[in-house]
C-alpha cells in the first residue's frame, strides 16, 4: 500500500489554508477536527468489548496485557501500561508497554526502530510472552513492521492478537484476533498522527484498561478502591473515598485508613461489616479481591 492511500496520510480540506489563520482559528479548527474523534470511538466499542472481555479472561487464568507500538503509539501503551500500578494497585507486570528503540524511545525518537519485524519478536521474546498473554499491536498507519513482527511471534507461541489502529483494513488488523479500527480521517497537519490518531489511540487504551481493571473488582461504584496512597494527594483521596463510602467523617477514615495499614479496601469493609483487618483480609482473600463480593460474604456469615 502506497503511503498516502492511507487515511492517516490524507489532505484535510477543512485545514488546507491553516498557515494563513489566525491564532484563535487554527486552534478552531483544530478543536473542530478533535471532536470527531469521539464519534469515531463509538463506532468500534464492539470491538473494543469483544477485546476487553479477552484480556479479562486471560488475566484470570494469569495472563498479563502487553502494548506494542512505535513512536506516538508505542508511547501511549507505555504511558497507560504505567499508570494502572498506582491508580488500581496492580503490579506493574500486569500491563506493560513495548517500544520500538526501547527505553530511549520514550523520550527521542529512534530513526529507522520500527523497520524491523524480527526486532518486534525479539523484543517479545525477552518479555518472555506466553500462551495465557494478550498483546495489542498499536499503529495509527495499521502498517509498522516492528508491530506486525510482534504480533506474528504472539500469534506463533499461541497468545491472543489484538490490535488498534486508525485507518480500514489495517495490515496490523489481519494478523490479529481482536482487531480495534477507529477511522478518525485527515489529520490538521497532514500525516502528524499524533493529533486526533493519537488522541483515538489514547481513548481507547483508556477505556480498556479502565474496563478491565472494573471487572477485576479495582473499582468499586466509581471509586478507585485500590489507589496505592505514594504522596499526600493519593493519602487525601483515599481517606476521601473511605469517608464516602463507608459513610464515615473524615476523622473516621482517618483512623480507619490508619488501622486498615493504608488500605482502602480493607478500611471500608471494616467499618462496613465491623469486622477486623485481619477477617477482611481473608474474606478478600476468598473473593479474590471483589470488595462488593467480600462485604456480602462477611455479612451472610454473620447470619
Known sequence: MKLNQLDTEKVNQNSLHIDEMSTIDILKTINNEDQKVAFAVQDVILQIAQAVDCIYEKMCLGGRLIYVGAGTSGRLGILDASECPPTYGVSDELVQGIIAGGYPAIFKAQEGAEDSKEKGKEDLIQKKVNKNDMVIGLAASGRTPYVIGALDYAN????????????????????????????????????????????????????????V???????????????????????????????????VDESEANKLFIESGKSVKLAIIMSITGKTKEEASLALTKTEGHMKKAIDLLNKEEK
Open 156 to 211: 506463533e507461541i499461541g497468545a491472543t492478537t489484538g490490535s488498534v489502529c486508525c485507518v480500514l483494513n489495517g495490515e496490523i488488523s489481519k494478523v490479529s484476533k481482536y482487531p480495534v479500527e477507529v477511522v478518525t480521517g485527515a489529520e490538521v497537519v497532514t500525516g502528524s498522527t499524533r493529533m486526533k490518531a493519537g488522541t483515538a489511540q489514547k481513548m481507547v487504551l483508556n477505556m480498556i484498561s479502565t474496563a
Open 213 to 247: 481493571m472494573i471487572k477485576l473488582g479495582k473499582v468499586y461504584k466509581n471509586y478507585m478502591i485500590d489507589v496505592q496512597p505514594t504522596n499526600e494527594k493519593l493519602e487525601y483521596r483515599a481517606c476521601s473515598i473511605i469517608s464516602n463510602l463507608a459513610n
